[in-house]
Each structure stands twice: as structure tokens, then as C-alpha cells.
């Protein structure tokens, strides 16, 4: 527990959560604590600020995308993902700040990307109770899909 109070302490002198900066440096850490999956960092982070925070699918996932290409992690067949041996020599709690992208129909699909990422990795009983809204979501995203052609 000194070692979270210790990580707490660190973060704190960032001043905020946002950016990959501080991100980066509390995913590493956790991932040399225990293999994760993305929801479950989410989770995790969530737990540790006591509820105050959770960050977002939406920064999680291009963050762990980002870092499996820069071989800090590795992400395992069953999804969850570990400190590389690059990850463990480049752990530091201070790290760059990337600036926010405009939004396009890029920068939205990519969203949804990483929204279904989030979903993928929840437990079944999370998602089911949203059945039929995801159903109305598929219809309407293929009926975009479909009217691309007409």
C-alpha cells in the first residue's frame, strides 16, 4: 500500500491527470504491478482516486496502442497486457504532455474504436443489459455504411 501512496504522491505533483504524460507513467506502473486489461486499468485508476477520476476509453486505449508500438508493453492473447523490458527501463513519473486533436470523422471513428475496445474488454453482464441499444446502433452505423455506395 506504501508503494500506491508513494505512486499518489507523484502523480499529485502533475497537477492534473490529463495528457499521456502522467497517464503513461501510472499505466506503467500498474502493468509492473499486475498483468491488465484496458478496462480494468480503467477500473483500477477509478478505485485509486477514490472514485474522483476514470479515464476514458477514449485516452486508455490509443495510449496502450501507442505504447505496444513503442515495445514498453506487450499485449497477451488473453487480451491483457505487461510490462516489456524496454517498459521497465523507462519508467519515470514525468513524462510529455501530447496536445488534444480536433475533431474529424477520423479522429470520431477512431473513438468508436477505442469505445469497442472498452466494451470487448468488459464482462459480458456489463453489456448485456444494453442488448437492444447496441442493436439500434449497428442498424443505423450500417445504414450509414450502406448509403456511402448510393
Same mark, same amino acid.
Given at each position: ?67 505496444? #508500438?513503442? +515495445? %514498453?508493453?506487450?499485449?497477451? !492473447? ?6 516489456? /523490458? ?44 444494453? #442488448?437492444? +441499444? %447496441?442493436?439500434?446502433?449497428? !442498424? ?6 450502406? /448509403?456511402?455506395?448510393?
Amino acid at each position: 500500500m506504501s508503494d500506491m501512496n508513494d505512486l499518489w504522491r507523484k502523480l499529485s505533483k502533475l497537477g492534473r491527470y490529463g495528457g499521456y504524460g502522467g497517464l503513461r507513467s501510472w499505466v506503467l506502473y500498474m502493468l509492473g504491478e499486475r498483468p491488465m486489461n484496458g478496462a480494468e486499468i480503467m477500473d483500477s485508476m477509478e478505485s485509486m482516486s477514490y472514485g474522483a477520476w476514470r479515464p476514458s476509453p477514449g485516452s486508455i486505449y490509443p495510449l496502450l496502442s501507442k505504447m505496444v #508500438e513503442e +515495445k %514498453l508493453i506487450t499485449k497477451r !492473447e488473453d487480451g491483457r497486457y505487461v510490462l516489456a /523490458s524496454e517498459g521497465y527501463d523507462r519508467i519515470n513519473f514525468f513524462g510529455e504532455n501530447v496536445d488534444k486533436r480536433p475533431y474529424s470523422v477520423g479522429n470520431i471513428l477512431t473513438d468508436f474504436d477505442n469505445y469497442l475496445s472498452y466494451m470487448e474488454d468488459l464482462q459480458k453482464d456489463k453489456v448485456l443489459p444494453y #442488448e437492444d +441499444k %447496441l442493436g439500434r446502433i449497428i !442498424e443505423r452505423m450500417t445504414r450509414l455504411k450502406e /448509403s456511402l455506395h448510393k
